[in-house]
């Protein structure tokens, strides 16, 4: 049974769970591994991870005060994230067919991986994910400061596996889609996203 497995593998298994969810940066990630390659599409998804990451080590660590600034912006910043999600969505519908980017045309890795984590922190309701699992599970009350840092590494590291698999089978199947069959992903891709973000408005302005 999962509480039966030691503290890391609980963790691990967590992060992959919740990084393997469908939905908007999940796309983003797929989008930008199509367009730009393996090495780039890996440097979005580990700022997932890392923003993952840090939403479970707020959760883990107890930090009830940046949890209750987080959760007070939430409006605000849900609907910025929301809008920039659309934004995407519309220049993806719009863009022509993904070929393979030279290197002089990729944008940097680390402004991938910065915009990526930016735009995964935009949704701070996900803390309350990872406090729920972790109360549910057993392992957040009175958690030591070792316990939690595991906790956070191993979520980490149980997300950036997730991104590692994905954007090596999205790499590989990059090279074996015709140009027709890609100007389909960018229409569906850029059409999901704008659901996604208008949603995304939706419940801010809601909740």
């Not at 309701?125 to 406090?131: D, K, M, Q, S």
């Amino acid at each position: 049974m999962l509480f039966d497995l030691p503290l890391p593998l609980r963790s691990l298994m967590i992060g992959f769970t919740i990084a393997a969810t469908v939905g908007p940066i999940t796309l983003l990630v797929v989008r930008r591994t199509i367009e730009h390659g393996r090495v780039y599409g890996l440097a979005s998804g580990m700022g997932v991870a890392m923003a993952d990451a840090s939403y479970a080590g707020i959760a883990a660590f107890g930090l009830t005060a940046v949890t209750s600034l987080l959760l007070t912006g939430h409006l605000l910043l849900g609907v910025v994230g929301g809008i920039v999600i659309v934004l995407l969505g519309i220049r993806i519908m719009r863009s022509r067919a993904a070929t393979v980017a030279r290197d002089v045309e990729r944008p940097g890795l680390f402004g991938a991986f910065a915009t990526i984590y930016g735009l995964t922190m935009t949704n701070p309701l996900t803390i309350l994910i990872f406090a729920a699992i972790f109360a549910g599970l057993g392992f957040a009350n009175g958690a030591s400061y070792v316990d939690a840092a595991v906790i956070t590494g191993s979520v980490w590291l149980g997300s950036a596996l997730w991104w590692i698999v994905l954007t090596g089978v999205v790499a590989w199947a990059r090279e074996r889609v015709s140009a027709r069959a890609l100007v389909w992903v960018n229409r569906v891709s850029g059409a999901a996203l704008i659901v996604f973000g208008v949603l995304a408005v939706l419940a801010a302005v809601r909740g």
